[in-house]
């Protein structure tokens, strides 16, 4: 019957570290765990009551995009020193030429167009 109690540990009686280490150990892990609590709470407390809505963010950042590809847009714009009208005037007279319509001083002398150059 003694074969059951013997004790195959060591001696604990010597030395006895192994009780005060241990509770080193728990403060020190409740002390990291008061922290922590403390910390969070912190961090916590500066979060908004709400956050924005990710489909709003979004759109709000597209027209953020869109604003400025219109700015960039303007950037090509002509200078306000040129002439529109004279710029319409080529353009019209492009078109005639291409459709072959022609005006009083384009018309063909009779002799040929021996004339120009």
Excluded: C, W, Y
């Excluded at 019957?1 to 010597?14: I, Y």
């Excluded at 509770?23 to 922290?35: G, K, M």
């Excluded at 714009?77 to 319509?101: F, L, W």
């Amino acid at each position: 019957m003694n074969d059951f109690a013997v004790n195959n540990f060591g001696d604990t009686r010597s030395g006895g570290l192994a009780g005060p280490m241990g509770l080193f150990v728990i403060v020190l892990l409740v002390i990291a765990t008061v922290l922590l609590i403390r910390n969070m709470n912190k961090r916590l407390r500066r979060l908004p009551d709400s956050f924005p809505d990710a489909q709003q963010t979004q759109r709000e950042a597209e027209i953020a995009r869109l604003n400025a590809d219109l700015e960039h847009s303007d950037e090509g714009k002509p200078a306000p020193k040129v002439d529109q009208d004279r710029s319409r005037a080529t353009a019209a007279a492009t078109e005639h030429e291409v459709k072959g319509i022609t005006t009083d001083s384009d018309a063909l002398d009779p002799e040929g167009d021996q004339g120009r150059v």
